[in-house]
T-cell receptor
Framework: DGGITQSPKYLFRKEGQNVTLSCEQNLNHDAMYWYRQDPGQGLRLIYYSQIVNDFQKGDIAEGYSVSREKKESFPLTVTSAQKNPTAFYLC??????????????FGSGTRLTVV | KNEVEQSPQNLTAQEGEFITINCSYSVGISALHWLQQHPGGGIVSLFMLSSGKKKHGRLIATINIQEKHSSLHITASHPRDSAVYICAVRLKNAGGTSYGKLTFGQGTILTVHP
């Protein structure tokens, strides 16, 4: 079945360590997104990528980095520069910015706790 | 003011009740999504609307583009409907084309008691 796989589901890291969250999709979607969710707040966009080898900062990109070397994969690195990294991280993908308004799919999320 | 506002923030109902969750937005959009998030965190897309009304089982979603408002209705609610319901919009840019990025409401926490 096609979908988005995020791993791991739960992740614990020590303060000051970088950590990379995985996001893989087999939907042949062009665009991929990373969102952060904090309690009581709507999801906020961290980074997005419309095509391979290209990505753009979202609303809260500071302290994060991404890469898009393959269409299927869009890993997110939470660096030590991110002041409040403990959050729920969601990856999503869609067919494309200016195409049919279908196919927006979310992963199951990764809950990152920094101790 | 947030670009997407949902109401109510919390909603408690008894099994069988008719439920309405509202979403208002302040910008031009190309589409509106209704999403469901269960306690485990994963999000499921329920509807995507650009006009009119859609129905899937006990769920109905409507949108009024002129009034910049959408509603999600659940008929004959059931405890398994308990979840967070999120409204999200795709913004239009000045050229009128659609971005893939979504802007989210803060969510409505629905609890349905047996």
């Amino acid at each position: 079945d096609g979908g988005i796989t995020q791993s791991p589901k739960y992740l614990f890291r020590k303060e000051g360590q970088n950590v990379t969250l995985s996001c893989e999709q087999n939907l042949n979607h062009d665009a991929m997104y990373w969102y952060r969710q904090d309690p009581g707040q709507g999801l906020r966009l961290i980074y997005y990528s419309q095509i391979v080898n290209d990505f753009q900062k979202g609303d809260i990109a500071e302290g994060y980095s991404v890469s898009r070397e393959k269409k299927e994969s869009f890993p997110l690195t939470v660096t030590s520069a991110q002041k409040n990294p403990t959050a729920f991280y969601l990856c999503a993908s869609s067919i494309g910015d200016n195409r049919a308004l279908l196919g927006y799919t979310f992963g199951s999320g990764t809950r990152l706790t920094v101790v | 003011k947030n670009e997407v506002e949902q109401s109510p923030q919390n909603l408690t109902a008894q099994e069988g009740e008719f439920i309405t969750i509202n979403c208002s937005y302040s910008v031009g959009i190309s589409a509106l999504h209704w999403l469901q998030q269960h306690p485990g965190g994963g999000i499921v897309s329920l509807f995507m609307l650009s006009s009119g009304k859609k129905k899937h089982g006990r769920l109905i979603a409507t949108i009024n583009i002129q009034e910049k408002h959408s509603s999600l209705h659940i008929t004959a609610s059931h405890p398994r409907d308990s979840a967070v319901y999120i409204c999200a919009v795709r913004l239009k840019n000045a050229g009128g084309t659609s971005y893939g990025k979504l802007t989210f409401g803060q969510g409505t926490i629905l609890t349905v008691h047996p």
